[in-house]
């Protein structure tokens, strides 16, 4: 397993942007498929975005296709979630997740490792 560490969230106003970063620790986190996940209050965790060990295959929930991207640097062992156009509907607390896996997967049971969450706040 890595450690996962997420950091960026913050308050901002809709159409504004932010960029989350999720650090690993490890020396095996170019073999991990890296997950964006998020849960609003009362609500069960839902998919955001994944990306596969190598950055060369992504995919995202219909939600936020067109507004978030994810991407990597193994070099740094940082996976990201860049988030445009924020709506007040993406407020939330998002959780990186990692499982080391060939593909992709998009079930939160798929992966293993999880950080602690970073609060994602969106005014109208």
């Known amino acids: 397993q890595v450690q996962l560490v997420e950091s960026g969230g913050g308050l901002v106003q809709a159409g504004d942007s932010l960029r989350l970063s999720c650090a690993a620790s490890?020396?095996?986190?170019?073999?991990?498929?890296m997950g964006w996940f998020r849960q609003a209050p009362g609500k069960e965790r839902e998919f955001v975005a994944v990306i596969n060990w190598s950055g060369s295959s992504t995919y995202y929930a219909d939600s936020v296709k067109g507004r978030f991207t994810i991407s990597r640097d193994n070099a740094k062992k940082t996976a990201y979630l860049q988030m445009n156009s924020l709506k007040p509907e993406d407020t939330a607390v998002y959780y990186c997740?990692?499982?080391?896996?060939?593909?992709?997967?998009?079930?939160?049971?798929?992966?293993?490792?999880w950080g602690q969450g970073t609060q994602v706040t969106v005014s109208s």
């Open positions: 490890g020396h095996t986190f170019s073999r991990y498929a």
């Open positions: 997740a990692a499982e080391r896996l060939f593909g992709i997967a998009v079930r939160v049971v798929d992966f293993g490792s």
